[in-house]
């Protein structure tokens, strides 16, 4: 047998894998591998419909019971989200009617005293998310999330909250600051939507992210999909 890794063949027998599958070590690579690898993957259909279940707030132990996947697989899907494309690449073209809805939610990593706030763009026509960001509650995380807009949504007119960051940032002759007029009712709606469906923005849960890699990841992964799902009103 030959590593795959390396191509050398200097290779030993290194245990069995819990399944009972030959492992190998190879000394040139210092690498763990099996004799046929293939035979033990996911296809993307089986991989879209586990990620479709942990996006249902499923649990990744949850997932370990129902699909019998291991947690550390599902892990390394979910970090492949740095691979994603540009969010922009998800929207659909920009109007000059276009109207954008911003909030934040609250969440966090590890322990409630890490707050991770989710400052989140929404546009009111498509329900679809132009941009996000994620950090403090304060100035520089709103920043981010105003230039990570697209140019094509720059000049759109922008409800929010009275919370100071935006009225500091956004533009005053965009901004509509509102509050119990229903002008932010979408985007709202969507903070619902996040915690009902990834169960690490729960309040109150066991399912919290360990890192703010993952957290983002997770995150990032969800609004792609969501993105997909919509279409124009």
């Known amino acids: 047998m030959k590593c795959y890794h390396s191509g050398g063949s200097q290779v030993r027998k290194h245990g069995k894998t819990r399944n009972g599958k030959q492992r190998f070590w190879c000394r040139a690579c210092q ?26 707030r499923a649990s990744l132990r949850g997932l ?23 969010l922009e690449q998800t929207l659909l073209a920009a109007q000059e009617s276009n109207e954008l809805e911003l909030d934040e939610m609250w969440s966090f990593v590890r322990k409630r005293k890490n707050k991770r706030w989710l400052w989140l763009a929404l546009c009111r026509r498509t329900r679809q998310v132009v941009a996000y960001a994620l950090g403090s509650r ?13 140019h094509s949504y720059k000049n759109s007119v922008c409800y929010s909250d009275f919370w100071k960051a935006y009225q500091a940032v956004v533009p005053a002759q965009q901004h509509r600051p509102s509050e119990r007029q229903g002008k932010t009712n979408h985007v709202e709606r969507l903070n619902n939507i996040l915690r009902q469906r990834l169960a690490r923005l729960v309040r109150r849960t066991l399912s919290f992210s360990k890192t703010n890699a993952m957290h983002e990841a997770v995150i990032k992964l969800f609004i792609h999909h969501y993105n997909a799902q919509c279409s124009p009103r």
């Open 138 to 150: 304060g100035l520089k995380t709103c920043r981010l999330l105003w230039q990570r807009i697209p």
């Open 31 to 56: 690498c763990s591998l099996r004799e046929q690898p293939q035979t033990n993957g996911y296809d993307d259909q089986r991989k879209e419909v586990i990620l479709r279940a942990y996006h249902e």
């Open 64 to 86: 370990t019971r129902v699909f019998g996947v291991s947690r550390n697989t599902v892990s390394s899907w979910l970090k492949k989200a740095k691979a994603l494309p540009p």
